[in-house]
Each structure stands twice: as C-alpha cells, then as structure tokens.
C-alpha cells in the first residue's frame, strides 16, 4: 500500500525500529508492506498495489499512481476522492 497523504499506522510503528528493519521486510517480500508516496520508488513489484489517496499534494500523487500502475502486477487498486484522482491524472477513471 502507497500512501499519499499520512503514513499507515503500520508504517509508522515498522519504521520506529529503524529504516534497516523496515525495508528488511520489504525486501523478504513475503507480506503487506506499507510505503509513503515520496518511496514509491524505491518499492518492489507486487501481485497486488493499492494507492490511497489520502492527503499530500497533487504532485505526490500524480508521481505515485503511474509509478504504482507500473510495480501492479496483477490488479492496482486506487481508494480517494474520484473527481482528485481524475483531476491528479487528466483523465475519468
């Protein structure tokens, strides 16, 4: 899960035993990992993407959405404000 705007508890409370710990279980792969937009990059493909546009600036998301679309492998879900999403991309989805 990507998120735009606040961290996920999750990520909050992974990321209060370190950055070494936090990306550890990203890179086991084996599990939910929870990211903010701004590492988007730095997360790994996944089945299964979710992006919850939940805050942030318009250009966080924007860089998000198509970098999450990218690392979906199988089905990218995007939870938000619909008529944001629209207006972040330029496009009705």
């Keep these: ?3 735009t705007g606040e961290s996920h508890p999750w990520a909050a409370h992974e990321l209060s035993f370190g950055e070494a710990a936090y990306w550890a279980q990203h890179d086991a792969g ?3 990992f929870y990211a903010e937009a701004s590492a988007a990059g730095r ?3 996944r089945p299964v993407v ?3 546009v939940n805050g942030g600036s318009d250009e966080a998301a924007a860089a998000a959405l198509p970098l999450a679309h990218g690392r979906a492998g ?3 879900v995007v939870c ?3 008529q944001r999403i629209n207006a972040v991309l330029g496009a009705g989805v």
């Design 43 to 45: 997360v790994a493909s």
């Design 1 to 3: 899960m990507i998120t």
């Design 30 to 32: 084996d599990d939910v």
């Design 74 to 76: 199988a089905l990218l």
């Design 50 to 52: 979710v992006v919850a």
């Design 80 to 82: 938000g404000d619909p």
